[in-house]
């Protein structure tokens, strides 16, 4: 049905993130030709590798979500952590080429209406958008939560505050950290914003 459409308007306001695996899906309508993906570092801690543990510990039977290679990615990492001395960044990605097999006729545009309550794996989708020839941004600022990703809570052992520590760090992505990605047209609140950008698809 997406294919038989010249336009297709992706509208990911409030979307908070999860995982980038949820992506994915989306990046064979947006595509138009071959990108490199971000450096992507792991830090190598004691904490850091307990809790991914416990996260896979806790999703591990999730398999609507999660498939057998992401379970393996998973626990690959964690042994490659185990592997190294305590407090080293380890690569989790080296700036690989992204490139699909095939480039869809329709839509021929698309437009993805974002706004500042965008955020980590949501901004996977924009940076993606960026490289693509036939897609536009919309909307305002995204939230800039895509330098430092995957945030685990450490509870303090006096009055039990709840701290939020990075696990990894990007090499281009954080350059837009608290800033945000910009889009190409700002959206107004003096017109619905489905309507803007209809009207911008339709100069594109």
Known sequence: ????KPYLIIDVRNNGGGSDACVGPLLKYIYTKPFYDDNVDVYSTKENIRKSIEWYEQNK???INFDKKKFKEIT???ENMKSVPNKTFIARSKGEIIKLDSIFENPTKVA???NKYCASSCETLLFWAKESD??????ENSGGYVGYGEISEVNTPNFNFELGCTMTRYNKQREFEVIGISPK???TNQKDW???????????
Request: net charge negative.
């Open 1 to 4: 049905m997406i294919q038989s």
């Open 134 to 139: 036939k897609t536009i941004l919309v909307g």
């Open 61 to 63: 039977n999730d398999t």
């Open 112 to 114: 993805i209406i974002m």
């Open 76 to 78: 690959d990492e964690i």
């Open 194 to 204: 489905i309507e803007q950008t209809i009207e911008q698809l339709k100069k594109e």
């Open 185 to 187: 047209y700002y959206l």
